[in-house]
């Protein structure tokens, strides 16, 4: 089960992939689609959040734009 760790309202945009950088900032980068030239990758910073990321646990920016975590599933 995932829980908000901090609300920070990114609006997505189609086309591009949200993340949280090693920062604990919100940054995005353009997806890759079939068909199209490769070139230069284009990521920007979006948010500045500032969170500190623990061990053991995955962030990711949830369906309203907020940083929330999940603990990650291991040796199963």
Same mark, same amino acid.
């Given at each position: 089960?995932?829980? &908000?760790?901090? /609300?920070?309202?990114? /609006?997505?945009? &189609?086309?591009?992939?949200?993340?949280?950088?090693k920062?604990?900032?919100?940054?995005?980068?353009?997806?890759?689609?079939?068909?199209?030239k &490769?070139?230069? +990758?284009?990521?920007?910073?979006?948010?500045?959040?500032?969170? /500190?990321?623990?061990? $053991?646990?995955?962030?990711?920016?949830? &369906?309203? $734009?907020?940083?929330?975590?999940? +603990?990650?599933?291991?040796?199963?």
């Amino acid at each position: 089960m995932a829980k &908000k760790v901090t /609300k920070v309202g990114v /609006k997505k945009e &189609k086309g591009w992939l949200y993340f949280v950088d090693k920062n604990g900032d919100v940054s995005r980068a353009e997806m890759a689609r079939g068909g199209k030239k &490769k070139g230069k +990758k284009k990521v920007e910073k979006v948010a500045k959040a500032g969170i /500190k990321k623990e061990s $053991g646990y995955l962030y990711f920016v949830d &369906k309203q $734009g907020d940083i929330s975590c999940a +603990k990650m599933a291991r040796g199963r």
